[in-house]
């Protein structure tokens, strides 16, 4: 009979801090400031690219795991290609964008470059839920817009809820011109 009582209370315990666990993470969701972010254009002179002119490398740290998109505001697009710190090649993308993101994104970067909506156009692309860090590289061919700007930016946008509601939220950080 005591063994039996034994066996209970480890199969408790174990329940208990599982659902400890589980519920902590549903507390302590992904929050603006778990994640930094930094973008630089720079001319490409890396081989094999097809011959963009330009390169815009994003490293992205996140301190939790959470469901973030990335949408550049830059003028032209080309391919995205994410990876992980091991340089491993990490297709992660399309299936995660939605328009709510895509509207959280340009009601943010509307309020703060002061740009009507119809003026800005987003690319964006879904980044590894796990936390870590990862880097972007977005090849551009020969726009001369690019070069004249510095209105450039990369809007981060997390969506999330728990039981106590939403916890969403959209962070932008300006693009450095180094070219």
């Not at 929050?31 to 815009?56: C, F, H, P, Q, R």
């Not at 895509?102 to 119809?118: D, V, Y």
């Not at 870590?132 to 020969?142: E, L, P, S, V």
């Amino acid at each position: 009979m005591k063994h039996y009582r034994l066996i209970t209370g480890i199969c408790i315990a174990f329940v208990a801090v599982g659902l400890l666990m589980w519920f902590s993470g549903l507390l302590t969701p992904m929050t603006i400031n778990d994640i930094s972010l930094s973008a630089e254009l720079k001319v490409n002179n890396i081989s094999g690219t097809n011959g963009e002119k330009y390169v815009l490398n994003i490293e992205i740290s996140k301190e939790r795991s959470g469901k973030n998109i990335i949408y550049m505001y830059l003028p032209g697009y080309g391919p995205i290609s994410i990876y992980d710190g091991q340089g491993n090649f990490i297709l992660d993308g399309r299936d995660k964008l939605d328009h709510v993101s895509e509207l959280l994104a340009l009601n943010e970067l509307a309020k703060q470059t002061g740009k009507p909506l119809s003026e800005i156009g987003l690319v964006g692309e879904g980044i590894p839920f796990g936390k870590g860090n990862y880097r972007c590289k977005i090849f551009y061919g020969d726009h001369s817009e690019i070069e004249e700007t510095e209105d450039m930016y990369v809007v981060c946008v997390h969506k999330g809820s728990n039981f106590l509601g939403d916890k969403s939220w959209v962070k932008v950080f300006g693009v450095l011109n180094a070219l």
